[in-house]
C-alpha cells in the first residue's frame, strides 16, 4: 500500500539549503513547528508521547551543555592566551647577567654568594672536606653533598670553584645582588672583579662567620672582605649579651642544674662564671 502525500510529511522534515543544523535543531521544538506536527503525525499511545517528548527534552539538555562547555572553555582559554604577556610581564623575564656581576641564591637561613664569570659559569667558596682526603680534581669538581658541606664547615676547609649557573643556584632562582649592585669609588669593574675572582680559584680556610661566601666576594669587588650576614648575626648576638634578662636567665638556669645535679664543680662553676661574664660583657 502506498502512503499519501499527508502520511509522507508525517516522517520526512524538508530543510532548506541556508538553514543551519543548530537552527533546524532549536527551531523544532518552537510552537508553530509544534503545532505542525501535531496535526501531521497521527496520534499515538500517551505512554509513546511522554517517552518521546522526556527523550527530547534530553537531548536537548544534553546539546545546551555541551555549547555552554564550549562557550566557556573558548572564554577560559581566551582569558589565559590574553593573561600571558601580562603575568610575564608581572614576574619579568630574567635579565642576561654580565661578567662580574655579584649574584645572590637564597637558602634556608642564609644567602649564598658568587660572581659570574660568563659563559654560563660562576665562581663561588664552598665549603668542602674533599680537597683535604684527595686530590683528584675530578671528584673535587663534581657536585657537593650536603656531607661534603657540613664536614668541611667543621674541618674548617673550602674552595673558591667554578660551577655552571644551575648548580650554583641548586634549585633556587640566582639574581643579581641589591646590596652590591650600586658603584661607588671603591668598586673595581666588572671585569677586574672576574679575574679577582678566577685568580682564587682553589682551596682556601674557611669560617663560617670570618671568612665565608660573602667575604670572598667583597673581596673581589671592593678589595676588603666583609660580610653582612655576620655583621647581622653579631648585632644580634651583642644584643642577646647585653640584654639584662640574659643574665637572669643563666643564673636561674645555673641555680636549677645545681639544685638537680647537685654542688658538684661541673655545675657550680658555670653557674657563677657565665652569669658574671655576660654582666661584665654588657
Given at each position: 500500500?502506498?502512503k499519501?502525500?499527508t ?6 522534515r524538508r530543510v ?12 523544532a ?5 509544534a503545532?505542525a506536527?501535531?496535526r501531521?503525525?497521527?496520534p ?5 508521547s ?9 537531548q536537548l ?6 555549547k ?7 572564554h577560559?582559554?581566551?582569558l589565559?592566551w ?14 642576561p647577567?654580565?661578567r662580574g656581576?655579584v ?8 644567602t ?28 673535587i669538581?663534581?657536585v657537593?653533598?650536603n656531607k661534603?658541606?657540613?664536614?668541611g ?6 674552595t673558591v670553584?667554578?660551577?655552571?649557573l ?12 641589591r646590596?652590591?649592585?650600586k658603584?661607588n669609588?671603591?668598586?673595581f ?8 675572582a678566577?685568580?682564587?680559584?682553589g682551596?682556601?680556610p ?6 665565608n ?8 669587588k ?6 653582612r650576614?655576620t ?5 644580634g648576638?651583642?644584643s ?9 636567665a643563666a643564673g636561674l638556669?645555673?641555680?636549677?642544674s645545681?639544685?638537680y645535679?647537685?654542688a658538684v664543680?661541673?655545675?657550680?662553676l658555670?653557674?657563677?662564671?657565665i ?8
Amino acid at each position: 500500500m502506498q502512503k499519501g502525500p499527508t502520511e509522507a510529511k508525517a516522517h520526512v522534515r524538508r530543510v532548506t539549503g541556508g538553514q543551519s543544523s543548530r537552527q533546524d535543531f532549536v527551531g523544532a521544538f518552537s510552537p508553530r513547528a509544534a503545532a505542525a506536527d501535531k496535526r501531521l503525525v497521527p496520534p499515538t499511545h500517551p505512554q509513546t508521547s511522554e517517552r518521546q517528548t522526556s527523550a527530547t527534552m534530553l537531548q536537548l539538555l544534553t546539546f545546551l551543555v555541551e555549547k555552554l562547555s564550549l562557550l566557556s572553555n573558548f572564554h577560559l582559554l581566551e582569558l589565559s592566551w590574553c593573561g600571558a604577556p601580562e603575568r610575564d610581564a608581572q614576574r619579568g623575564a630574567p635579565a642576561p647577567f654580565r661578567r662580574g656581576d655579584v649574584l645572590r641564591v637564597p637558602r634556608s637561613i642564609f644567602t649564598h654568594y658568587g660572581i659570574y664569570l660568563g659563559g654560563n659559569k660562576v665562581a663561588h667558596m664552598m665549603p668542602d672536606i674533599l680537597p683535604v682526603l684527595t686530590s683528584d680534581r675530578k671528584r673535587i669538581s663534581s657536585v657537593i653533598t650536603n656531607k661534603r658541606l657540613i664536614l668541611g664547615c667543621i674541618y674548617r676547609r673550602a674552595t673558591v670553584r667554578v660551577d655552571t649557573l644551575d648548580h650554583f643556584a641548586y634549585g633556587a632562582r640566582a639574581e643579581v645582588s641589591r646590596e652590591y649592585k650600586k658603584r661607588n669609588g671603591q668598586t673595581f669593574r666588572n671585569e677586574d672583579v672576574a679575574r679577582r675572582a678566577e685568580k682564587l680559584v682553589g682551596e682556601t680556610p674557611y669560617s663560617l662567620l670570618w671568612n665565608n661566601c660573602e667575604h670572598f666576594v667583597t673581596y673581589c669587588k671592593y678589595g676588603c672582605a666583609r660580610s653582612r650576614q655576620t655583621d647581622e648575626f653579631c648585632g644580634g648576638l651583642k644584643s642577646v649579651i647585653r640584654d639584662t634578662r640574659s643574665i637572669i636567665a643563666a643564673g636561674l638556669l645555673g641555680t636549677c642544674s645545681v639544685v638537680y645535679f647537685g654542688a658538684v664543680p661541673w655545675t657550680t662553676l658555670p653557674t657563677i662564671l657565665i652569669p658574671f661574664t655576660l654582666w661584665m660583657a654588657g
